[in-house]
């Protein structure tokens, strides 16, 4: 009989649980506060013997292992490479913030997308993680850290809206008053324009922070960086920001990595400003924009080079005189390559080597 994985369980569904294993409903309100504190079952001193028994026979418990770690010493991120119980390996990335700490966490192992600028994409998708996964990588940095976190982000290794069940349940999972509690406020999803799946999101009306990985203003530029393009082009991903917007009322933020030669002259400039102005604003509805720019980080597989520091605040400007917020991201973690992908693709090399 396959076990059930207790992380990715709610409140409710744990106290089913524990009824069909013959204990009170009461316990889940023992066991549910720990298991989000990173203890299993059998390290609990808050249930008996033949509790910790039976659930060891029904059920799984697994937190990620810390495989490696890196720590920044110009601004204190930190980097972990996760593994999985079945051997796989995800990273996730500790940032300070001035309202406290974010950890940006992975959805999948690798990526089928195919953003050229991405090394997580490099290998394809090897499989989806689960809810319990997702909230483990939360947990297991909290652990390790003895910090507390406060903001997730869902920007790591993967594409969240491909992974779409396990991330909605890992949503409510975190979002839990019993568990880590972490406010949907507090939460940002970054997808790379599955517009279908981005209908399906607004329909729950979350109030989580939407983030579009946009990255050029036409779908000849944006369909040779990124393969999603082909199937739901600029057009159709926009009118989906907008349905979202409508449905939620939640401003979305539009990330758009800056990468030299490519999408990052004045021109491109211009043409994002008048695109998402004529897209998302009307007379009758007019939406918050805010742009995120990001220079590209530099994967040598990709060839893309980063954009110059002059290039990147003409870029800036240019959206901020159209009407449009336009900031810079914080580069964290430079001296550790805190960019999601390298260090598993680096690990991964380097055991094949041996």
């Given at each position: 009989m396959e076990?059930?994985?207790?992380?990715?369980?709610?409140?409710?569904?744990?106290?089913?649980?524990?009824v069909s294993i013959g204990e009170p409903k009461y316990r889940a309100g023992q066991i549910f506060p720990q298991l989000h504190k990173g203890l299993s079952p059998a390290q609990m001193t808050n249930i008996g013997k033949l509790t910790r028994e039976r659930l060891a026979e029904v059920t799984d418990y697994h937190l990620?292992?810390?495989k490696r770690k890196l720590v920044s010493a110009l601004d204190g991120t930190i980097k972990y490479l996760f593994e999985l119980a079945d051997g796989n390996c995800v990273e996730s990335v500790l940032?300070?913030?001035?309202?406290?700490?974010?950890?940006?966490?992975?959805?999948q192992v690798g990526c089928n997308?195919?953003?050229?600028?991405?090394?997580?994409?490099?290998?394809?998708?090897?499989?989806?993680?689960?809810a319990g996964e997702l909230l483990g990588q939360v947990i297991a940095a909290a652990k390790d850290s003895g910090k507390i976190i406060g903001g997730i982000v869902m920007m790591g290794i993967g594409e969240p809206l491909d992974n779409f069940?396990?991330?909605?349940?890992?949503?409510?999972?975190?979002?839990?008053?019993?568990?880590?509690?972490?406010?949907?406020?507090?939460?940002?999803l970054s997808t790379c324009g599955?517009?279908?799946?981005?209908?399906?999101?607004?329909?729950?009306?979350?109030?989580?922070?939407?983030?579009?990985?946009?990255?050029?203003?036409?779908?000849?530029?944006?369909?040779?960086?990124?393969?999603?393009?082909?199937?739901?082009?600029?057009?159709a991903l926009l009118a989906s920001c907008k349905r979202y917007?409508?449905?939620?009322?939640?401003?979305?933020?539009?990330?758009?990595?800056?990468?030299?030669?490519?999408?990052?002259?004045?021109?491109?400039?211009?043409?994002?400003a008048l695109l998402l102005n004529r897209s998302l604003r009307t007379r009758q509805e007019s939406m918050p924009i805010h742009v995120n720019l990001i220079p590209v980080n530099e994967v040598k597989e990709s060839g893309f080079v980063r954009s110059g520091a002059r290039a990147v605040k003409a870029f800036a400007a240019i959206l901020e005189k159209n009407g449009i917020r336009a900031t810079v991201r914080r580069t964290l973690g430079a001296d550790i390559n805190a960019s999601c992908g390298q260090l598993r693709k680096e690990t991964a090399e380097k055991a094949a080597k041996e």
């Open positions: 076990k059930v994985e207790l992380l990715a369980l709610s409140p409710v569904e744990l106290q089913e649980l524990l990620p292992k810390v940032m300070q913030y001035e309202h406290g700490l974010t950890i940006c966490i992975s959805t997308m195919g953003c050229k600028f991405c090394a997580s994409t490099i290998g394809g998708k090897v499989r989806n993680l689960t069940d396990a991330v909605v349940r890992f949503l409510a999972l975190v979002n839990c008053p019993e568990g880590l509690n972490i406010g949907y406020r507090h939460i940002s599955l517009v279908d799946r981005i209908d399906r999101l607004a329909e729950l009306k979350l109030p989580i922070t939407l983030s579009i990985s946009l990255h050029a203003a036409d779908d000849e530029t944006r369909s040779a960086i990124m393969p999603i393009n082909r199937k739901y082009n600029v057009a917007f409508v449905a939620t009322g939640r401003r979305i933020s539009f990330e758009y990595t800056l990468i030299a030669g490519k999408n990052d002259s004045r021109e491109d400039a211009e043409k994002l």
